[in-house]
């Protein structure tokens, strides 16, 4: 039998390869019974002035950066709650008896929610490098993730229309869905994601 540390030291491991670079972006809501709630995005910049770590160091140049930049607020309905210029709109039914949520997503290159989480491919590779310098990882922010967290258990989750990398899924009280920036970019019908509880 492993010692405990041992154990410990490599479920920490297998939670921190997990993590992909792929999908650091994305909005999560936390959806209460009544449609209240709070929303949060995550997105992937260039900062725009020095960190701490770089006004504090002595004798390097920096060249590079990348940053991910968070931002939560609450909602008084999940049916007003509008992203990217209406680029992700929702629309729930909150009923006692099977409660679900819409959440509609535009897809072609003016797909403003997409260009508010993420900068376009060629940043992406950039700041991939910074992001991992032992250069394993290419790209970063190349999936989005939207995510929401609901009052029950989530038992169906699908989107239509398919696309290429699109996936839906649900695990205890949250569904999720991801969408390859790529995916997003290209011109198409507008994705319908819905779950219900």
Same mark, same amino acid.
């Given at each position: 039998?492993?010692?405990?540390?041992?154990?410990? *030291?490599?479920?920490?491991?297998? +939670?921190? +390869? *997990? +993590?992909?670079?792929?999908?650091?972006?994305?909005?999560?809501?936390?959806?209460?019974?009544?449609?209240?709630? $709070?929303?949060?995005?995550?997105?992937?910049? !260039?900062?725009?002035?020095?960190?701490?770590? !770089?006004?504090?160091?002595?004798?390097?140049?920096?060249?590079?950066?990348?940053?991910?930049?968070?931002?939560?607020?609450?909602?008084?309905?999940?049916?007003?709650?509008?992203?990217?210029?209406?680029?992700?709109?929702?629309?729930?039914?909150?009923?006692?008896?099977?409660?679900?949520?819409?959440?509609?997503?535009?897809?072609?290159?003016?797909?403003?929610?997409?260009?508010?989480?993420?900068?376009?491919?060629?940043?992406?590779?950039?700041?991939?490098?910074?992001?991992?310098?032992?250069?394993?990882?290419?790209?970063?922010?190349?999936?989005?993730?939207?995510?929401?967290?609901?009052?029950?258990?989530?038992?169906?989750?699908? $989107?239509?229309?398919?696309?290429?990398?699109?996936?839906?899924?649900?695990?205890?009280?949250?569904?999720?869905?991801?969408?390859?920036?790529?995916?997003?970019? !290209?011109?198409? !019908?507008?994705?319908?994601?819905?779950?219900?509880?």
């Amino acid at each position: 039998m492993r010692p405990p540390h041992l154990i410990a *030291s490599s479920l920490l491991l297998a +939670c921190l +390869c *997990s +993590c992909s670079g792929g999908e650091l972006v994305g909005v999560h809501v936390k959806l209460q019974k009544d449609g209240t709630g $709070v929303v949060t995005v995550r997105t992937l910049m !260039e900062p725009a002035s020095t960190g701490a770590a !770089e006004s504090r160091a002595q004798g390097v140049t920096w060249e590079s950066r990348a940053g991910l930049a968070s931002a939560q607020g609450r909602f008084d309905q999940i049916n007003d709650l509008k992203l990217g210029n209406g680029g992700i709109r929702f629309l729930a039914e909150l009923g006692d008896d099977r409660p679900n949520l819409r959440v509609f997503l535009q897809r072609g290159p003016d797909a403003e929610w997409v260009k508010a989480l993420v900068p376009d491919q060629a940043a992406r590779q950039q700041m991939a490098k910074v992001y991992d310098p032992t250069g394993r990882t290419r790209e970063i922010g190349d999936v989005l993730r939207i995510e929401v967290s609901v009052p029950g258990e989530v038992f169906a989750s699908g $989107v239509r229309p398919s696309g290429r990398g699109v996936e839906a899924a649900h695990e205890g009280k949250r569904a999720y869905l991801l969408v390859p920036v790529r995916t997003a970019l !290209e011109a198409g !019908e507008e994705l319908e994601w819905s779950f219900s509880w």
